[in-house]
């Protein structure tokens, strides 16, 4: 049975209509990659409810690695079908949902599908309206991943207490090596500071991205200090790159 198909029969047993010309494209889309490896499906009009259907119809899908939904309007709650997904998929290596509408509720969604049993290695949720209770719980399941290796949380909403508790997760998990937490203006000294601490026990950091965020010079010093200390890692802080 191919993707479309599948499709069909979810919307008619649920009575769902997914409108617009969005549906059609995605439909396309999904008909001509039956069995896909990878799935994008970007700026494709997918709301909540496409979301949801798309959840339930890749649930059956064994060979799926990248999933790419940049530039929908996924919320909270087609986030909570999609992290159902991820929580059952033994294959899933990367997913991008960069720009939709996803707030702390639905990253405590995602949050809880990031157990010990996930393959995920690339978690995209750049550009969303994502908070300090949403990057914390992140965080918190970052701790029980043992294959997350990239996070990009540019362009959200994170403060200090989402930086600490990210910096605090870098340290207890050493498979973290690509983190970008750019454009978080709220994002202080003491966020800052925390991030500059985990530096220190965190061995195998390749990428981290804090430009520009809302902490001084003085702060952006002790970073600068931290990152010359791991020659292998390339770091953008306050305008200052090192490679």
């Given at each position: 049975?191919?993707?479309?198909?599948?499709?069909?029969?979810?919307?008619?047993?649920?009575?769902?209509?997914?409108?617009?010309?969005?549906?059609?494209?995605?439909?396309?889309?999904?008909?001509?990659?039956?069995?896909?490896?990878?799935?994008?499906?970007?700026d494709?009009?997918?709301?909540?409810q496409?979301?949801?259907l798309?959840?339930?119809t890749?649930?059956?899908?064994?060979?799926?690695?990248?999933?790419?939904?940049?530039?929908?309007?996924?919320?909270?709650?087609?986030?909570?079908?999609?992290?159902?997904?991820?929580?059952?998929?033994?294959?899933l290596?990367?997913?991008?949902?960069?720009?939709?509408?996803?707030?702390?509720?639905?990253?405590?969604?995602?949050?809880?599908?990031?157990?010990?049993?996930?393959?995920l290695?690339?978690?995209?949720?750049?550009?969303?309206?994502?908070?300090?209770?949403?990057?914390?719980?992140?965080?918190?399941?970052?701790?029980?991943?043992?294959?997350?290796?990239a996070?990009?949380?540019?362009?959200?909403?994170?403060?200090?207490?989402?930086?600490?508790?990210?910096?605090?997760?870098?340290?207890?998990?050493?498979?973290?090596?690509?983190?970008?937490?750019?454009?978080?203006?709220?994002?202080?000294?003491?966020?800052?500071?925390?991030?500059?601490?985990?530096?220190?026990?965190?061995?195998?950091?390749?990428?981290?991205?804090?430009?520009?965020?809302?902490f001084?010079?003085?702060?952006?010093?002790?970073?600068?200090?931290?990152?010359?200390?791991?020659?292998?890692l390339?770091?953008?802080?306050?305008?200052?790159?090192?490679?």
């Amino acid at each position: 049975m191919s993707l479309l198909t599948t499709m069909r029969h979810h919307v008619d047993r649920c009575g769902c209509q997914l409108g617009g010309a969005g549906t059609y494209q995605l439909s396309v889309e999904i008909d001509e990659r039956a069995h896909p490896s990878i799935l994008r499906l970007v700026d494709r009009k997918i709301d909540d409810q496409s979301a949801t259907l798309l959840a339930a119809t890749l649930g059956e899908q064994v060979s799926l690695e990248t999933l790419d939904l940049r530039t929908n309007t996924i919320g909270d709650a087609g986030t909570a079908s999609l992290a159902s997904f991820v929580a059952q998929s033994a294959s899933l290596l990367t997913l991008r949902l960069w720009s939709n509408c996803i707030g702390d509720n639905g990253a405590i969604s995602l949050a809880s599908s990031l157990g010990e049993h996930s393959r995920l290695r690339t978690l995209d949720l750049g550009r969303n309206a994502i908070g300090d209770s949403g990057a914390s719980s992140l965080a918190v399941s970052f701790e029980r991943s043992a294959t997350l290796q990239a996070l990009d949380l540019r362009h959200n909403r994170i403060g200090n207490p989402g930086a600490i508790s990210i910096s605090e997760a870098l340290w207890k998990n050493p498979s973290l090596q690509d983190i970008n937490l750019g454009y978080n203006s709220r994002i202080l000294e003491a966020g800052a500071t925390a991030l500059a601490e985990s530096l220190e026990k965190n061995t195998n950091m390749h990428k981290l991205n804090l430009q520009p965020n809302g902490f001084g010079d003085e702060v952006a010093a002790s970073l600068a200090e931290a990152i010359d200390r791991k020659p292998v890692l390339n770091a953008a802080v306050q305008g200052r790159l090192f490679f």
